[in-house]
């Protein structure tokens, strides 16, 4: 093992909510503020005044918080958070709920214009499925506090959704089948599910599916024929699928391959396949949809949206878009073990959809975007895992969607994105481009993408934590796109092999025990930050430097951590080494520099062959135990408790721990996109 160093603890310090201290800019603002005071102006409210306490949708490894307050204008208040499975006697420490609040997101060109209100927020992670917690949070501040100032309350993780046991069950098998047929059978999905006839008597439901009901396709091809009058799949004229009816949670309407063979449901080329977007507690399980532009429709904008959606163990392919909803009121799907396959004929070269970069390739001279997500989603609760993402635009996303609604039930919050595998993005991996609060991007893996990997663009406000992500050939440099004044971002023991040169300011941004390994990628520095607010930090990162730039590393914010509101960002100050950074701004007291020589084996894309495809399963991201980032790192609760040695280490993999499975958990080792 390496050197050995002391126990640390990202929170002990008080590092993590820098604004706690008072500055000499704080200084100078306060007799600003009594200036102002002199000339009738009403004074700063320093004490904090609580207001109402939000439980967030939980998930089944996560729990999101939101607590609203008044006054703290010196943005000194803190939460303390502590949990225990309920009736356990010792509670053990979580991250504190972050300060937000006056934090301006906004991007001109689509007149959006957003300011954070004011309030904490955040997650209490990595807890187990189905399992009651007490939670604690208690609002402190020492320039006073007023109402109700701690919480205690009770709240469970979910669990996988599953079908109800108890219900009928009800067979469909293909036109064309031959055989005995279990009773009671149909010829569709649609006559099994609403008792539907053809033609005009499709619309007529008179004996449709009860809650708990399964309906279990058998093997064979569902293929619409649309232009037929009397289609045998009963969808005449568009070849969709309208699915309206609706489960409850313990009863759920489940429709699952009858595990006889394929069974696939193929659109002809259609646009929407399935609309499920006015269902609630519907289960798709072990099914395979192809050659339409929408698998499944879940929610427009405004109009409606499916509840409690589950798509599992299924598989995509020749498809534009894979499960996608819009609507704010969509909320708690699970979509899990899937494999997207898109349309994209480049297979064999990585191509971007715009810009200079990519001229000259693809027959108009950039990518012709055939697929667009394998996932987009809004509205609270979704869990969005385990999947096997290849040749869209964007492989996962949460819409941009614009100003969030009020009402916490119609927002992009309290949302887990996990252990995705993810290849050949036109655009980015994984965006969380209209998150709000508590968004979680943890233990994904993204190999291939042309503009982005990890993308806020923006977040309102967040926490959006961004935990132990591999990141591999990413030509344009930008590892997390945090763009469009995005605010309150964490980047927590992610492995990025490739340089993070995204340069748009972000407010309330920190950054903890990360790997930014640069591929001499001529003329660009190894890493940027780009702040716009006064609460920012980085400490305890690894950069592998390129070689042959004097400029490595790329810092603005504003000075000694405080801003005047709607003042402009300070500029650029550039530095060739971690010693001169962190002597210039206080940040990466604890950085290091190293080189590829941490890992077991790993050589870095060439910066030349931008074009280039690389695979998963050629590349090793371990660390060697002897490395310079091994015991690296600090403390951080409820994100590496489990380290081993002396200190966290480094990066996504801890040395001698356990790898994710990335990608669905019952496929085999070989790759998915083949």
């Given at each position: 093992m390496?050197?050995?160093?002391?126990?640390?603890?990202?929170?002990?310090?008080?590092e993590?909510?820098?604004?706690?201290?008072?500055?000499?800019?704080?200084?100078?603002?306060r007799?600003?503020?009594?200036?102002?005071?002199?000339?009738?102006?009403?004074?700063?409210?320093?004490?904090?005044?609580?207001?109402?306490?939000?439980?967030?949708?939980p998930?089944?490894?996560?729990?999101?918080?939101?607590?609203?307050?008044?006054?703290?204008?010196?943005?000194?208040?803190?939460?303390?958070?502590?949990?225990?499975?309920?009736?356990?006697?010792?509670?053990?420490?979580?991250?504190?709920?972050?300060r937000?609040?006056?934090?301006?997101?906004?991007r001109?060109?689509e007149?959006?214009?957003?300011?954070v209100?004011?309030?904490?927020?955040?997650?209490?992670?990595?807890?187990?499925?189905?399992?009651?917690?007490e939670?604690?949070?208690?609002?402190?501040?020492?320039?006073?506090?007023?109402?109700?100032?701690?919480?205690?309350?009770?709240?469970?993780?979910?669990?996988e959704?599953?079908?109800?046991?108890?219900?009928?069950?009800?067979?469909?098998?293909?036109?064309?089948?031959?055989?005995?047929k279990?009773?009671?059978?149909?010829?569709?999905?649609?006559?099994?599910?609403?008792?539907?006839?053809?033609?005009d008597?499709?619309?007529?439901w008179?004996?449709?599916?009860?809650?708990?009901?399964?309906?279990?396709?058998?093997?064979?091809?569902?293929?619409?024929?649309?232009?037929?009058?009397?289609?045998?799949?009963?969808?005449?004229f568009?070849?969709?699928?309208?699915?309206?009816?609706?489960?409850?949670?313990e009863?759920?309407?489940t429709?699952?391959?009858?595990?006889?063979?394929?069974?696939?449901?193929?659109?002809?080329?259609?646009?929407?396949?399935?609309?499920?977007?006015?269902?609630?507690?519907?289960?798709?399980?072990?099914?395979t949809?192809?050659?339409?532009?929408?698998a499944?429709?879940?929610?427009?904008?405004?109009?409606a949206?499916?509840?409690?959606?589950?798509?599992?163990?299924?598989?995509?392919?020749?498809?534009?878009?894979?499960?996608?909803?819009?609507?704010?009121?969509?909320?708690?799907?699970?979509?899990?073990?899937?494999?997207?396959?898109?349309?994209?004929?480049?297979?064999?070269?990585?191509?971007?959809?715009?810009?200079?970069?990519?001229?000259?390739?693809?027959?108009?001279?950039?990518?012709?975007?055939?697929?667009?997500?394998?996932?987009?989603?809004?509205?609270?609760?979704?869990?969005?895992?385990?999947?096997?993402?290849?040749?869209?635009?964007?492989?996962?996303?949460?819409?941009?969607?614009?100003?969030?609604?009020?009402?916490?039930?119609?927002?992009?919050?309290?949302?887990?994105i996990?252990?995705?595998?993810?290849?050949?993005?036109?655009?980015?991996?994984?965006?969380?481009?209209?998150g709000?609060h508590?968004?979680?991007?943890?233990?994904?893996?993204?190999?291939?993408a042309?503009?982005?990997?990890?993308?806020?663009?923006?977040?309102?406000?967040?926490?959006?934590?961004?935990?132990?992500?591999?990141?591999?050939?990413?030509?344009?440099?930008?590892?997390?796109?945090f763009?469009?004044?995005?605010?309150?971002?964490?980047?927590?023991?992610?492995?990025?092999?490739?340089?993070?040169?995204?340069?748009d300011?972000?407010?309330?941004?920190?950054?903890r025990?990360?790997?930014?390994?640069?591929?001499?990628t001529?003329?660009?520095?190894?890493?940027?930050?780009?702040?716009?607010?006064?609460?920012?930090?980085?400490?305890?990162?690894?950069?592998?430097p390129?070689?042959?730039?004097r400029?490595?590393?790329?810092?603005?914010?504003?000075?000694?951590g405080?801003v005047?509101?709607?003042?402009?960002?300070?500029?650029?100050?550039?530095?060739?080494?971690?010693?001169?950074?962190?002597?210039?701004?206080?940040?990466?007291?604890h950085?290091?520099?190293?080189?590829?020589?941490?890992?077991?084996?790993?050589?870095?894309?060439?910066?030349?062959?931008?074009?280039?495809?690389?695979?998963?399963?050629?590349?090793?991201?371990?660390l060697?135990?002897?490395?310079a980032?091994?015991d690296?790192?600090?403390?951080?609760?409820?994100?590496?408790?489990?380290?081993?040695?002396?200190?966290?280490?480094?990066?996504?993999?801890?040395?001698?721990?356990?790898?994710?499975?990335?990608?669905?958990?019952?496929?085999?080792?070989?790759?998915?996109?083949?």
């Amino acid at each position: 093992m390496g050197a050995r160093r002391g126990r640390r603890n990202a929170l002990g310090d008080g590092e993590m909510n820098n604004a706690a201290r008072p500055t000499a800019s704080a200084v100078a603002w306060r007799v600003i503020a009594l200036l102002l005071l002199a000339g009738g102006v009403l004074p700063a409210e320093d004490a904090a005044h609580a207001g109402a306490f939000t439980v967030e949708h939980p998930t089944l490894h996560n729990l999101g918080f939101e607590w609203a307050i008044s006054g703290d204008d010196d943005r000194d208040a803190s939460v303390a958070v502590a949990f225990r499975k309920a009736g356990q006697d010792a509670w053990r420490q979580a991250l504190p709920l972050v300060r937000i609040g006056g934090e301006r997101v906004f991007r001109t060109r689509e007149n959006l214009d957003y300011t954070v209100p004011d309030g904490f927020a955040g997650s209490i992670l990595n807890l187990e499925p189905g399992t009651e917690y007490e939670c604690r949070f208690q609002l402190s501040d020492p320039d006073g506090t007023s109402g109700e100032t701690e919480h205690l309350v009770r709240v469970s993780t979910r669990t996988e959704p599953v079908p109800y046991e108890g219900g009928r069950v009800l067979h469909v098998y293909p036109p064309d089948h031959e055989g005995d047929k279990l009773e009671p059978h149909f010829t569709s999905l649609l006559q099994a599910y609403y008792g539907a006839g053809l033609g005009d008597w499709s619309v007529v439901w008179e004996r449709p599916v009860s809650p708990g009901d399964t309906i279990l396709v058998h093997a064979g091809l569902y293929r619409n024929d649309r232009l037929n009058y009397v289609d045998p799949m009963m969808t005449p004229f568009d070849g969709t699928n309208w699915l309206t009816l609706k489960g409850t949670a313990e009863r759920p309407i489940t429709i699952r391959a009858a595990g006889d063979g394929e069974a696939v449901f193929d659109g002809a080329g259609n646009h929407r396949l399935f609309d499920v977007s006015a269902s609630a507690h519907h289960i798709f399980e072990g099914l395979t949809f192809r050659n339409t532009d929408i698998a499944i429709f879940a929610g427009f904008k405004g109009v409606a949206g499916a509840r409690n959606l589950t798509v599992k163990r299924c598989r995509f392919e020749d498809i534009g878009f894979g499960v996608w909803t819009e609507y704010a009121g969509s909320s708690d799907f699970y979509i899990a073990d899937n494999i997207f396959l898109g349309r994209s004929e480049q297979r064999n070269l990585l191509v971007g959809w715009t810009g200079p970069l990519w001229r000259g390739v693809g027959p108009y001279g950039s990518h012709e975007v055939r697929s667009y997500y394998a996932v987009k989603v809004y509205g609270p609760g979704h869990v969005i895992a385990h999947n096997a993402v290849a040749y869209f635009h964007d492989g996962i996303g949460i819409s941009t969607y614009g100003t969030p609604e009020a009402d916490p039930e119609r927002r992009a919050s309290s949302i887990d994105i996990y252990a995705n595998d993810i290849h050949m993005s036109g655009d980015d991996f994984i965006e969380t481009d209209g998150g709000v609060h508590n968004i979680r991007v943890f233990n994904n893996r993204g190999v291939n993408a042309a503009h982005g990997g990890y993308s806020s663009q923006p977040v309102f406000g967040g926490p959006a934590y961004f935990i132990r992500n591999l990141l591999y050939h990413v030509p344009s440099g930008v590892a997390f796109k945090f763009s469009a004044k995005a605010a309150g971002l964490f980047a927590y023991h992610n492995t990025i092999i490739g340089e993070q040169v995204a340069s748009d300011p972000s407010s309330n941004m920190h950054y903890r025990n990360n790997l930014f390994l640069g591929r001499d990628t001529p003329g660009r520095g190894v890493m940027t930050w780009s702040n716009a607010g006064r609460e920012f930090s980085s400490d305890y990162n690894g950069f592998r430097p390129n070689a042959g730039v004097r400029e490595q590393y790329r810092w603005r914010a504003p000075d000694e951590g405080a801003v005047v509101p709607g003042a402009p960002v300070p500029p650029w100050r550039t530095f060739s080494s971690l010693r001169e950074l962190r002597a210039a701004t206080g940040q990466e007291q604890h950085g290091v520099e190293l080189d590829f020589d941490i890992f077991e084996r790993m050589a870095p894309p060439d910066p030349r062959q931008r074009h280039a495809v690389y695979h998963a399963r050629e590349l090793n991201f371990r660390l060697r135990p002897d490395s310079a980032a091994v015991d690296a790192g600090v403390v951080i609760p409820t994100v590496n408790e489990g380290f081993a040695g002396a200190a966290p280490d480094l990066g996504a993999l801890e040395v001698g721990g356990d790898e994710p499975h990335f990608g669905p958990r019952w496929l085999p080792s070989q790759p998915f996109y083949q």
